[in-house]
């Protein structure tokens, strides 16, 4: 995996974590913020979140199946 991929991986961990504390905020099942606790918005906004780090995850992934084409002889 080259650091490209990896520094994409960690992007797309750390989305999808910060997506997961949005939604979970929103559905107020966890504390924190006084404007984002028991704020549905804040669901919404953490499931896209979420989906744009799986996708960032998923892309890395790609990349790193990829098949390095071969040099000439």
Request: no cysteine.
């Amino acid at each position: 995996m080259n650091s490209r991929n990896l520094v994409l991986a960690i992007v797309g961990v750390i989305l999808v974590l910060m997506g997961a504390v949005f939604a979970l905020q929103g559905a107020n099942v966890i504390g924190g913020s006084a404007l984002m606790s028991g704020n549905p918005t804040y669901i919404y906004v953490g499931a896209v979140v979420v989906v744009i780090g799986l996708l960032a995850l998923a892309w890395a992934y790609k990349q790193r199946a990829k098949p390095k084409p071969s040099a000439p002889a």
